[in-house]
């Protein structure tokens, strides 16, 4: 979490009315077009800016010109290659990779640092280009603009508090299309065919798929957006191998991978959170910038996205938030929030959180029963602090009958908000990766071992080089390790 977010706006959707049939780009078939090309670019490029203000842009040159030339390479031999695409790199830890309307294609360093390779990449970029090219969000626009909440992989929060969270956080969301099965694998074959065509081998983002299918093996990782609603990873890899062979036959020449060109290319990048947008050590969640600290209950889950920081146990009967109010003072949040979510209040109380100006706020939110989901009354509790410039809020929310098994540890987390004052942790660099070279051959654990890697990390590192603890390793390979020194 960190203060880009404080200028954030839902992205609203543009007036679309139905045009006249056109042919898809990709499959030559005639179908409803919902949206003209202008009206793509539009959204695009309405989408864009809040985007970039939500995760800000990974500042490397290096990169920036890369993923630019490998896309407008890839750009000029797609199905729509009189677009204007645009490539960005965004500072999140989080590996995804997305496409908006309008040509604008997303990376985040998160996703860019687990690559070994160019091939892997330009497969990436060819299924998000595919996205693009074959309208899918056209297609999909009306009915899956959905708001990205970032709520945890591997646990069920109730529907209930989605609800409450969209509509607590008006104003600070980012929505993004979510596509079908059939449409990420109508991606995952552009993604084959564009890559192949300039000069890659399309087996290398085959394997890839293996990295996101020990990712979503690994408990505790961000998985990226795209892998949710795609087939079986193992499934994928199967099919994309078959694909590549098919292109190769169709260009033979088209081998190349690239992979210490592009480790070179990555060589200390930050990898996890970047320690000044809020990191947790100690059981408790720090942010050095902002100055402030507070703990997290054991065996919660958090997650740190750009909008807010949420936690929740794995059963998923309770939820709790920490954002920012827009408001001036406390109060003011406290009263937006009732008339935003339709609240009842049943308590107010105004008091002080170590001597920070504080609303305390107790309120019940009606859940009418929709799509399948039973109804019910929501409890939360909510905490409006005020804090140098800023007003940070908590809510801690859990369906009424349970709410009393979670109040105590609501008030030990919200009660215990504070200022930073521990250098050591104000200070904190950030992990990068770091490319060494081999001198002695042998498996890859005893490698890492080598080059002082702890036990801790040897898996994460095994899943971060594509590889197997057990793979025997040449002298002169290139592998990533972690590293908390500066090139």
């Known amino acids: 979490m960190n203060t880009r977010f404080l200028v954030l706006l839902f992205i609203i959707s543009l007036p679309f009315s139905l045009t006249d ?4 780009p990709v499959t030559g ?84 640092a687990h690559f070994n390779n160019e091939a892997e990449f330009a497969g990436v970029l060819g299924h998000e280009i595919g996205h693009i090219t074959a309208r899918h969000s056209v297609k999909q626009h009306t009915s899956q603009l959905l ?77 990226p957006d795209f892998l949710s609603t795609h087939p079986n990873p193992a499934d994928r890899e199967t099919k994309v191998h078959t694909l590549a062979d098919e292109w190769q036959t169709k260009y033979p020449q088209s081998k190349r991978v690239n992979r210490d060109l592009y480790l070179k290319m990555i060589d200390g990048m930050i990898y996890g959170d970047d ?23 054991n065996n919660w889950q958090l997650q740190n996205a750009p909008t807010m920081v949420q936690m929740a146990p794995q059963d998923g009967n309770a939820l709790m938030q920490f954002t920012l109010s827009q408001e001036q003072t406390p109060g003011a949040a406290a009263n937006k929030l009732v008339q935003d979510a339709g609240l009842q209040v049943i308590e107010r109380q105004n008091t ?17 029963a929709q799509n399948g989901q039973a109804g019910g009354t929501n409890r939360i ?17 859990s369906a009424q009958e349970n709410f009393n098994n979670y109040v105590g540890t609501f008030k030990s987390t919200m009660t215990k908000f504070n200022k930073l004052t521990d250098q050591d942790k104000i200070n904190k660099k950030p992990t990068r990766i770091k490319v060494v070279r081999v001198q002695q051959p042998g498996n890859l654990k005893d490698v890492l071992k080598d080059f002082g890697v ?34």
Not at 352 to 368: A, C, H, K, R, S
Not at 382 to 392: D, H, T
Not at 467 to 474: C, R, T
């Open 454 to 487: 702890s036990s801790n990390d040897l898996e994460e590192l095994a899943i971060v080089n594509g590889m197997q603890l057990a793979d025997q390793i040449q002298s002169g390979t290139h592998l990533k390790v972690f590293t908390q020194e500066v090139n």
């Open 29 to 112: 078939k005639k179908e409803v077009a919902l949206m003209s090309q202008a009206q793509e670019q539009a959204l695009g490029d309405q989408s864009d800016p809040q985007i970039v203000a939500a995760y800000g842009l990974y500042e490397d040159q290096k990169i920036q010109q890369f993923i630019n030339q490998k896309g407008i390479q890839m750009a000029q031999v797609s199905h729509r290659p009189e677009l204007k695409y645009t490539f960005k790199v965004l500072d999140s830890p989080v590996i995804n990779a997305f496409a908006l309307p309008g040509g604008y294609v997303y990376f985040t360093r998160g996703i860019m």
């Open 275 to 297: 320690p000044k947008q809020g990191f947790v050590e100690d059981g408790k969640f720090n942010h050095p910038e902002l100055l402030f600290e507070f703990p997290i209950p």
């Open 352 to 368: 002080q959180i170590n001597g920070f100006p504080t609303v305390v706020l107790l309120t019940d939110q009606i859940v009418e």
């Open 147 to 223: 708001g990205n909440l970032g709520l945890f992989a591997g646990v069920i929060v109730s529907p209930a508090f989605r609800q409450f969270a969209e509509q607590a956080s008006q104003g600070l969301g980012l929505m993004f299309l979510k596509f079908g099965r059939n449409h990420e694998t109508e991606s995952d074959q552009l993604g084959v065919e564009y890559s192949t065509k300039i000069g890659y081998d399309a087996h290398e983002m085959a394997g890839f798929f293996e990295t996101l299918n020990r990712l979503q093996a690994k408990a505790g990782v961000s998985l």
């Open 21 to 24: 049939c056109a042919r898809n």
């Open 381 to 397: 509790l909510s905490y409006f602090i005020q804090y140098g410039n800023f007003i940070y809020v908590f809510h801690g929310m």
